[in-house]
């Protein structure tokens, strides 16, 4: 990834800091609404040119808008509110610049039959079609693809998602 790259709900920062280190060049920004998890994230060794900023994605500061080449998605989208959903593509819309990319691992289906909590999460479950319809407008599906990997329990629960901001939006 190069230039400017935000990580919405980045939590303890960890994607913060492995796009940091395998990016030199680019500067990534950890978004986090919540204080304490940042305060976590600062405390580990800094891998290249990462900051964090405390602060709720639904408000996203005006500096940032339209600021990121690359917005890198893990785990923030399944755990905001399902009825948030159209909220989170125009946030991610806003802080683009026009022709970014987001790239997201989207955790399709985190519970078998019967396992989900009241209220059915989180994290929630979406499919590709809810996807597709989300993102239809703004963005072109560049590239997706099953990850190579996965955290325990996650195996054929994801799908990547290489997502192109449109030139007009
Ligand atoms: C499951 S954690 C994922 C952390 C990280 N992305 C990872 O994969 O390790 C979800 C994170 O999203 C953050 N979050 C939830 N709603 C948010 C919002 N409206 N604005 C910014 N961050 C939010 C939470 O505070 C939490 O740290």
Not at 10 to 18: E, F, I, T
Not at 50 to 76: G, I, K
Not at 130 to 136: P, R
């Amino acid at each position: 990834m190069e230039g400017e790259v935000l990580v919405p709900g980045c939590g303890l920062g960890h994607d913060v800091r492995a796009i940091s280190a395998a990016s030199p060049a680019a500067r990534v920004l950890g978004l986090d609404i919540a204080a304490s998890a940042l305060e976590q994230a600062r405390r580990f060794s800094v891998a290249g040119r990462e900051t964090y900023q405390c602060a709720d994605l639904f408000a996203l500061p005006v500096e940032l808008t339209s600021r990121f080449h690359w917005v890198f998605e893990h785990t923030c989208f399944c755990v905001i509110e399902p009825r948030q959903r159209c909220d989170y593509v125009g946030a991610i819309t806003r802080a683009l610049r026009p022709l970014g990319f987001l790239l997201g691992i989207f955790f399709l289906n985190p519970w078998d039959p019967g396992e989900a909590p009241d209220g059915g999460g989180p994290p929630f479950p979406v499919t590709l079609e809810e996807l597709d319809s989300l993102f239809a407008t703004g963005f072109e599906l560049v590239e997706e693809l099953n990850p190579h990997a996965s955290y325990p329990g996650r195996e054929g629960r994801e799908m990547m998602r290489l997502l192109r901001k449109r030139n007009s939006f």
